[in-house]
């Protein structure tokens, strides 16, 4: 077990396993302890909702972007709330004909009608610029 283990590691993990000083491992375990302690900090944390305050769409930016990047900042997000998320992205969106015609009348609704609403929107959009 203890000569196959080594040659299951690979990139970062098998480079600092060979720069390992050894003489402080007596057991398993104290390996185990130092590679949590090592590569504990690499982990990803999950953001707080506080973070979500911080998008707002920028006006060179499209809104379809913006729900993009919404996403993709809520996903990290623990303890998600969503009525604070549903607020910021509403106050986030920088159309106004889409914040006085369409998102205010979705205030108390959940993330998925706010989201579609505006998705449809972008789509409508799009459809008009086709034409």
């Not at 003489?23 to 982990?43: P, Q």
């Not at 205010?104 to 706010?114: D, T």
Request: net charge positive; aromatic share 14%; glycine share 4%.
């Amino acid at each position: 077990m203890c000569k196959v283990f080594p040659r299951t590691l690979y990139g970062f993990m098998h480079v600092w396993y060979h720069n390992l000083n050894f003489s402080f491992i007596l057991h398993f375990h104290d390996l185990i302890s130092k590679i949590i302690f090592y590569f504990s900090t690499s982990i990803p944390t999950k953001k707080n909702i506080i973070e979500l305050f911080t998008i707002t769409q920028q006006e060179d930016k499209s809104t379809r972007a913006n729900l993009q990047r919404f996403n993709k900042k809520m996903l990290n997000v623990k303890k998600l709330f969503e009525p604070i998320a549903i607020e910021t992205l509403i106050n986030g969106v920088y159309n106004y004909f889409l914040m006085g015609n369409v998102i205010y009348s979705l205030h108390g609704r959940n993330i998925v009608i706010v989201k579609q609403a505006i998705q449809d929107y972008i789509g409508m959009k799009k459809a008009i610029l086709i034409k």
